[in-house]
């Protein structure tokens, strides 16, 4: 038999069972006072304990007890709480459990976030989210406000303030959220979209910050500027801000500042072009209006159009869930026939327009049928109730590659005529739904079109021309054309800027300014010109200006008019985006 070494057989060995009688034994003594050295004031009652275990078992004793605190020394030691969540703590100090309820899981929380016992709080927190439906509005605040400050419990402080978010009038009429809820927290709610919803207005959110500041108006005036600054006021009443605000605040010179700007604008709401909701998102749009714009996968013909929201925007990047393909197909074949360009009119609709299009099929009278089919479908409506295209009344000329551009109730359609070497621009009637030729003999191609602040539409395009050769005969070449179609009067007024503009050259319009983009692939701005415009004349020009350092102002893809629409009246999922401002989570958003 072979010999082994004493160090081969070295083995540790373990039994659960001595760990449990040994926690369980602990507890005894605790229970009977035994060997303890400690007691532990909570309230009224006196807990007897163990330094040691008290020690093992939280930073916070394990911290005075071994650093020289005074209260190394001392028999009796006082901690804020109660009585109750103490004695869960405790209990979970030497055995590893505690009894949860909905009554008393809020003062152990505290209690195992005060005492840092990890542990403890993960118990907690999981609990929390399991039961985040059953509690009254003063937990969810005291909930918040612990998980708030420990990172550990960030999903749980989410949770709940989610829900505070949620039910935010119902938030203010108690008078535990009136008292302990912070400046931070309220800003916080007020900067959250999802703080209107259905159920709580624009007046509402006002009325309630309003209640907050005045429940304690000597402390917390110095914050009503701030917070009066988050409320969308062009969404409340005009007859009713002056009411709702009071004299406190109206004899702050900032707040009624901000009262004047809106009653003036409100004047105009019905007739701002563009509609107040874009020129001056922060007081007209809803909480929930995004801007977007639609984008399209041309590498697979099966695949739906998506709209896809800017990563500009102080929310996330978005998709319409399961938008259902647009019918522009050839009604014989798979292949697709056409294009579309789209937007969204103020009232969350989705229009698409589709171009002329041409079928590669061999057979004469199945080409003939797809042009016949096109003439009669090529304008349609999403209905987002019941994810369908809805189809209008045609175009009475369908375009090439049509630009679209939404005014009040009218959309402006400016693109090629199919087979001619012009443009032309015609018009929806939304109210109506009927259509109209404006301008059908522009002399040259379009290559986009934006809708600018002061109503007027500036349209890019190009126009061939002709030149000699050496041998003495001709060649074509294409020049810039930029023009401004003033819809009141029905002009198109030549505004031809003195420079090469090439196809990936693009207008923007930002702060009132007008902007000339100049891309490399149709990309990134390689270069941002200030253009100096004077649009008002009768004789408007245009004129190239200096480079702008600045070359944050692109507008994303322009053959795609932004649009803009509450996002709560259409199914949306988030996407992956290169934004690194957005946290994207892949959540599904629904109505």
Request: with cysteine; glycine share 4%.
């Amino acid at each position: 038999m072979a010999a082994f070494k004493q160090d081969q057989c070295v083995q540790r060995v373990g039994n659960q069972a001595h760990l449990s009688r040994l926690s369980s034994g602990l507890n005894q003594l605790r229970q009977q006072a035994a060997f303890c050295d400690v007691n532990i004031i909570v309230g009224h009652q006196r807990f007897p304990a163990h330094k040691a275990v008290l020690s093992c078992a939280s930073d916070y004793f394990q911290g005075m007890f071994s650093s020289g605190f005074q209260e190394s020394t001392m028999s009796e030691i006082t901690v804020p709480g109660t009585e109750e969540s103490f004695a869960q703590i405790l209990d979970f100090a030497y055995t590893g459990y505690f009894t949860l309820s909905l009554r008393t899981v809020t003062g152990i929380l505290q209690m195992a976030c005060y005492m840092v016992i990890t542990e403890a709080m993960d118990l907690c927190a999981e609990y929390l989210r399991e039961v985040k439906g059953s509690f009254t509005i003063e937990d969810y605040c005291e909930i918040w406000s612990i998980s708030n400050n420990h990172s550990s419990l960030a999903d749980v402080a989410q949770i709940y303030r989610s829900y505070l978010v949620g039910h935010f009038s119902e938030c203010v009429q108690s008078k535990v959220f009136l008292e302990n809820s912070s400046a931070s927290l309220m800003l916080e709610i007020l900067s959250d979209e999802d703080i209107e919803t259905y159920n709580t207005t624009e007046e509402q959110i006002l009325q309630g910050t309003v209640m907050w500041l005045k429940y304690d108006w000597e402390q917390r005036k110095v914050h009503a500027v701030d917070l009066l600054k988050k409320i969308r006021f062009g969404l409340v009443p005009v007859d009713r801000l002056h009411k709702i605000l009071g004299d406190d605040l109206l004899g702050m010179q900032q707040c009624k500042d901000i009262v004047e700007e809106v009653v003036k604008l409100s004047v105009t709401m019905d007739t701002a072009s563009p509609p107040l909701i874009k020129s001056h998102p922060e007081l007209f749009a809803t909480r929930n209006t995004i801007t977007a714009r639609l984008d399209e996968d041309y590498d697979d013909a099966s695949t739906a159009p998506t709209v896809l929201l800017k990563c500009k925007t102080k929310t996330a990047c978005y998709k319409i869930a399961k938008l259902a393909d647009i019918p522009n197909r050839y009604p014989y074949s798979d292949e697709k026939i056409s294009l579309f360009r789209a937007f969204v009119s103020n009232e969350n609709q989705l229009y698409a327009a589709i171009e002329v299009g041409y079928f590669d099929g061999e057979d004469g009278e199945e080409s003939e049928s797809h042009q016949n089919w096109v003439e009669a479908n090529n304008f349609f409506r999403y209905r987002s109730e019941t994810n369908e295209w809805i189809l209008l009344p045609p175009m009475p000329e369908v375009m090439s590659l049509p630009k679209m551009v939404q005014m009040k109730e009218y959309i402006y359609l400016i693109g090629n005529v199919k087979y001619v070497p012009k443009s032309m621009i015609q018009r929806f009637n939304i109210r109506s739904k009927s259509w109209e030729i404006l301008v059908d003999d522009i002399l040259f191609h379009t290559s986009y079109a934006i809708l600018l602040s002061t109503g007027q539409i500036l349209v890019k395009g190009k126009q061939e021309r002709a030149g000699p050769n050496p041998d003495g005969s001709h060649y074509g070449y294409w020049v810039a054309v930029v023009a401004l179609y003033k819809p009141a009067t029905n002009e198109l007024l030549d505004v031809s800027v003195d420079t090469t503009l090439d196809e990936d050259s693009f207008f923007v319009e930002h702060d009132n300014n007008c902007y000339l983009e100049t891309r490399s692939d149709g990309n990134e701005p390689e270069q941002v010109n200030r253009v100096i415009c004077d649009f008002d004349s009768d004789r408007p020009t245009m004129v190239i200006g200096d480079v702008v350092e600045d070359k944050t102002l692109d507008t994303g893809n322009q053959f795609y008019p932004e649009f803009t629409f509450d996002k709560r009246k259409v199914g949306l999922i988030q996407v992956p985006c290169e934004c690194k401002s957005h946290v994207m989570k892949n959540e599904a958003m629904t109505e």
